[in-house]
């Protein structure tokens, strides 16, 4: 029992990871698909976090289970056990919301850039690829999502 609750906590926090805002990773549905070029000149680049932290709670829920389990089966017996569980849950909460909030962050870029026609667009995107001011760039164009590459 205690080996499918931490199985089933672990698959709760693999479901907190990130999709990716990579200019470099594509999805399946966007592969092949035409997009808009315009080409422009970095104008200013600013470090930025990228949060997707939705408030669901999966890591608090999970570190819970987890803590309750650890203590609660570990930690002396009957009324002692119950009060150690609970301990456990608040504490493996606690751990858990943290994990969360710390694998929903991830470093990205607010880049501008000036446009040919000398209008400014600013786009966000993980920081896996590096940009300096008047770096000669392009900005790709489809469905809503915009990306800046060289």
Same mark, same amino acid.
Do not use: F, Q, W, Y
């Given at each position: 029992m205690k080996n499918l609750i !931490?199985?089933? *906590?672990? /698959?709760v926090l693999a479901g907190c990871a990130l999709p990716p805002n990579s200019a470099s990773v594509y999805s399946s549905s966007q592969a092949q698909g035409e997009q808009t070029v315009r080409m422009g000149v970095v104008?200013?680049?600013r470090p930025?976090?990228?949060?997707? &932290?939705?408030?669901?709670? !999966? @890591?608090?829920? %999970?570190?819970?289970?987890?803590? %309750?389990? *650890? %203590? @609660?089966s570990t930690i002396g017996s009957g009324?002692?056990?119950? *009060? !150690?569980g609970v301990v456990g849950a608040v504490l493996g909460g606690i751990v858990g919301n943290q994990v969360?909030? &710390?694998?929903s962050k991830?470093? @990205?870029?607010e880049?501008?850039?000036?446009?040919?026609?000398?209008e400014l667009r600013a786009i966000t995107q993980d920081a896996d690829e590096q940009f300096n001011v008047g770096d000669r760039v392009r900005l790709l164009s489809s469905r @809503? /999502?915009?990306r800046v590459t060289h």
């Open positions: !931490a199985v089933a *906590a672990l /698959v104008d200013s680049v930025v976090t990228i949060d997707k &932290n939705t408030g669901g709670g !999966a @890591g608090t829920l %999970a570190g819970g289970a987890l803590g %309750a389990v *650890a %203590a @609660g009324n002692g056990s119950l *009060a !150690a969360e909030s &710390n694998l991830r470093p @990205g870029l880049i501008t850039v000036r446009l040919s026609n000398g @809503g /999502v915009t």
